[in-house]
């Protein structure tokens, strides 16, 4: 699928209530915050989790009829935690140069990765595999899910033997080279440069380029992060497989089927969420009522996603595991609803959201 930023400009203007105003203040604190204690670290996560996978990648396509391939699903595993655990951030360097899409192309109802995996892997052209060839063409062929597919898909034996072999090896390396690339990059933009670095342009309003003209804004860019999160676990995550009803449960419409791993994006999705509140957004939030029913809200989805034991994809076709996945979805959907409803007029800010075009 492709995420389009339509504007469903709902710019719902509310006012704050005069015994709960914020001062400016402190949405420079929650910035920082944000910043140094959520997002830094979580790219310092990925950058080492993908230079792992560039590692294993190489070790493995060494002698890959010898070696097992699970050090290598391990490391995929290991990057794809990293990437679930900083996925809500989209604006910034990971917006650049498509990145985000590279790094994960994904609602894909129209299977633009098959096809073009398939195109790409039927001509056998060594170039074609290049990593920085990989890089500059299509988002849907170069990042974790053209990745698992080649490591977890029903083809995956294909990589130990065959005409093809060497060729599916060079595009596993040319995969886990241009994340750990595109990792780096990422974080290089948001720390390096001095007072140009991205984590000190987003802080700064007072000079005229500056991506934000008020602390208020950044904000603003966070919290639609932070709902990002809950929104894409509850309508894209969760709502896709799980369907209306048993019998319309489509468990390869799982974001991460092919690995198993579908449930695990959404408890990291959630607890990355999760942490995000706590750490940065709670502490500015002057109505305390809001805090608190926000605060359970995360509480009862996360304890809802750790109920589920088995896989998403057995879960939501099997008639005695459905109705934890059901819960999950009904607490997603009451958090969604709080976090949009009641945290723009608690902080004060004006909230226009960009949906995404799921299809």
């Not at 062929?141 to 599916?168: H, W």
């Not at 109705?323 to 709080?338: G, V």
Request: charged residues 25%; glycine residues 4%.
């Amino acid at each position: 699928m492709r995420f389009i930023a339509s504007v469903l400009t709902v710019l719902l203007l509310f006012a704050a209530n005069p015994g709960h105003a914020v001062e400016a203040s402190a949405y420079v604190a929650l910035n920082k915050l944000a910043i140094e204690k959520h997002i830094l670290p979580r790219y310092d996560a990925l950058v080492v989790a993908t230079a792992s996978l560039n590692d294993a990648a190489k070790a493995y396509c060494t002698a890959p009829a010898t070696k097992p391939i699970s050090d290598l699903q391990a490391a995929f595993g290991q990057t794809m935690d990293a990437w679930q655990d900083i996925q809500h951030v989209r604006f910034g360097p990971i917006d650049w140069f498509f990145r985000s899409q590279r790094f994960a192309f994904w609602p894909d109802p129209r299977n633009t990765i098959g096809k073009q995996m398939a195109e790409l892997l039927s001509k056998h052209q060594s170039g074609s595999v290049d990593p920085e060839l990989l890089a500059k063409g299509s988002v849907a062929t170069q990042g974790l899910p053209a990745l698992e597919r080649l490591i977890f898909g029903e083809d995956a034996n294909k990589l130990k033997s065959g005409t093809d072999a060497a060729y599916r090896c060079r595009y596993v390396e040319a995969i886990a080279v241009n994340l750990a690339q595109m990792a780096k990059e990422t974080q290089a933009a948001w720390l390096e440069g001095g007072d140009k670095a991205f984590a000190a342009v987003m802080q700064d309003a007072s000079k005229p380029d500056a991506p934000y003209r008020e602390p208020q804004e950044a904000t603003l860019e966070l919290f639609k992060a932070l709902y990002l999160a809950v929104e894409m676990a509850a309508d894209h995550k969760l709502a896709r497989p799980l369907g209306a009803a048993l019998k319309d449960a489509r468990p390869r419409l799982s974001e991460s089927w092919r690995s198993e791993r579908s449930l695990r994006n959404i408890q990291r999705n959630l607890a990355a969420a999760q942490d995000l509140y706590l750490n940065s957004f709670s502490p500015t939030v002057p109505d305390k009522a809001v805090d608190t029913a926000i605060r359970d809200g995360f509480a009862r989805s996360v304890t809802a996603a750790n109920a589920i034991k088995l896989p998403l994809e057995t879960a939501v076709q099997d008639a005695k595991l459905r109705p934890q996945a059901e819960a999950l979805a009904a607490e997603l959907l009451a958090l969604k609803k709080l976090l949009g409803d009641r945290l723009p007029p608690a902080l004060d800010i004006p909230v226009g959201f960009n949906a995404l075009d799921g299809d």
